[in-house]
C-alpha cells in the first residue's frame, strides 16, 4: 500500500508505516495545487492543514482514505470524496489539551499585553507605567460556545483560574451543563450579552459559518474578549474588524478568514493592524504533546484500515442510506451462497445498500443481513429459500419509510 503524507509529520513515525508493509511518499513541502499531479498510485493520503481539492481527489485513481492528522476536515473536499467512493478520516479530540492551553495564553496575553510589552523591550524601551494596566480574569465571567472535547479541557482550567463558566452548545441541556459546574444558556446570544469573555470551539458547518455576527458583536461587554481558536469562517471577520476598530472589544484569534494556505507566506489582512487584537499563526495543536498523540491516532487508522479495510473515525460515511427493507439470511457457511442470493436480488431490480455477514462459532453457519432499497416480493423470496440447500431461514423485515 503507497502512502502519500503531504504536511510536516513527526519522522520518527514514518518507519511505523514502512514496518506495515506501505510505502511511504514524504512530501511535507508539496503544495496542494500540485497534488493532483503527484496523488496518482497511493492508496491513503494523509494532510495536516494542506486542502484536498476535488482535483485532487479524481487525480487519485486508487485513492481509498484520505486521513486529516487533526480535529476538523473543512480543508478537505468531502463531498466529492464521498461521490468518489473515498473514506474520509480524522483524529478527533487528540488536540484538545494543545488548543485549551492556546485559550488562556491568548486570554492572559490579551489581558496583560504581552505581545506589546515584549515589542517594546525589544526595542529597548522601557515602560512599566504603561504595561501595568490589565484587567485581571479572577471572577469575570468565561462563555464557552461549544463543549466537545475542547471546550471541556477549557472549563477544566477555567475552574482553575477562578473564572465563573457558562455555555451553550446545540446538545448541551441544562442537566448536562450542571454535571459540568457550568451556567446553562438557551443560546447563542445569551453567550454574548452575559460573559466577559467568549471563547469559542463549534466546528466549522454551514449553520456555524459566520455565527459571530455584527449583531452578535454588539451584544458583547464593553472592553469584553473574543477568543476564537476554532475555525476563521465561524467570524465574520469584517464585523469583527469593525468592531475592534470601534474600541468597543478586544480579541485573540488563533485562526482567520481568510488565511495563508501555505506554512509561510506575507498576511496582509487589515485585522492584524489593530492594536486590541493578539494573533498567533493557526498553531492551536502545534505542541510536541499534541502531534504526538496525533501521528499515535493516525498510525492506529492506517494499521487497522491496512489489516481490516475499516476507516476508523470517518465523517462521510451516510448516517441513513435509502435502504427500507432488511433481508436476514441464515445459511451454511459454504462457497457460493450469498452470491447466489445476491444474483436473485440482482435480477429482481433491486439495490443493495449495506451487507454484513457474521460466522458463527465453528465456522458451520452464518448469518447475513442485506439492506435493500424496495421490498422483495414472495417470488424473489421463495426463489431464494428453494433454489439453493445451503439458505437455513430467511426473513424480510421492513425498516424504513
Known amino acids: 500500500m503507497k502512502i502519500f503524507i503531504a504536511d510536516k509529520y513527526p519522522e520518527a513515525h514514518l518507519e511505523r508505516f514502512k514496518q506495515l508493509g506501505c510505502t511511504v511518499t514524504y512530501n511535507p513541502t508539496v503544495k496542494a495545487e500540485d497534488l493532483p499531479k503527484l496523488i496518482s498510485g497511493h492508496k491513503v493520503l494523509i494532510v495536516r492543514s494542506k486542502q ?7 487525480a487519485g485513481d486508487g485513492l481509498t482514505l484520505v486521513l486529516r492528522a487533526g480535529a476538523g476536515v473543512n480543508t478537505i473536499d468531502v463531498k466529492t470524496a464521498s461521490a468518489l467512493g473515498i473514506f474520509v478520516t480524522n483524529c478527533p479530540g487528540k488536540n484538545s489539551i494543545a488548543v485549551a492551553e492556546l485559550v488562556f495564553a491568548l486570554l492572559l496575553g490579551m489581558d496583560r499585553r504581552i505581545a506589546d510589552s515584549t515589542a517594546a523591550l525589544r526595542a529597548h524601551k522601557w515602560n512599566k507605567k504603561e504595561f501595568s494596566k490589565a484587567d485581571g480574569i479572577f471572577g ?12 471541556r479541557e477549557v472549563i477544566i482550567r477555567a475552574k482553575a483560574f477562578g473564572l465563573n463558566v457558562i455555555a451553550w452548545s446545540r446538545s448541551l441541556t441544562p442537566a448536562a451543563a450542571e454535571k459540568l459546574g457550568v451556567g446553562h444558556c438557551a443560546d447563542v446570544d445569551d453567550v454574548f450579552r452575559r460573559a466577559d469573555i467568549i471563547t469559542l470551539h463549534t466546528a466549522l458547518k454551514p449553520e456555524t459559518r459566520k455565527l459571530v455576527n455584527a449583531a452578535r458583536l454588539a451584544l458583547m461587554r464593553p472592553n469584553a474578549i473574543l477568543i476564537n481558536t476554532a475555525r476563521g469562517e465561524v467570524v465574520d471577520q469584517a464585523a469583527l474588524h469593525a468592531a475592534l476598530a470601534a474600541k468597543k472589544i478586544r480579541a485573540g484569534l488563533d485562526v482567520f478568514d481568510p488565511e495563508p494556505a501555505e506554512a509561510v507566506a506575507d498576511f496582509n489582512d487589515p485585522i492584524l493592524d489593530m492594536p486590541n487584537l493578539c494573533g498567533t499563526h493557526h498553531i492551536g495543536a502545534s505542541t510536541e504533546q499534541a502531534q504526538e498523540a496525533i501521528a499515535e491516532e493516525a498510525f492506529r487508522i492506517v494499521e487497522t484500515f491496512v489489516k481490516t479495510g475499516e476507516a476508523l473515525n470517518c465523517v462521510n460515511l451516510a448516517k441513513r442510506t435509502p435502504a427500507k427493507w432488511q433481508l436476514v439470511v441464515r445459511h451454511y457457511d459454504r462457497v457460493g451462497v450469498l452470491a447466489f442470493v445476491l444474483d436473485k436480488i440482482r435480477r429482481a431490480n433491486i439495490n443493495v445498500e449495506e451487507v454484513q455477514n457474521i460466522v458463527f462459532e465453528g465456522a458451520a453457519a452464518a448469518s447475513c443481513r442485506i439492506q435493500l432499497n424496495a421490498e422483495p416480493r414472495e417470488d424473489v423470496l421463495g426463489a ?3 433454489g439453493n440447500p445451503d439458505i437455513i431461514g430467511l ?6 419509510i
Request: hydrophobic content about 40%; charged content about 20%.
Open 52 to 58: 484536498v481539492t476535488g482535483e485532487t481527489l479524481k
Open 140 to 151: 469575570k465571567t468565561l462563555g464557552v460556545v461549544g463543549v466537545g472535547s475542547i471546550g
Open 384 to 386: 431464494i429459500t428453494n
Open 395 to 400: 426473513e424480510a423485515i421492513k425498516i424504513g
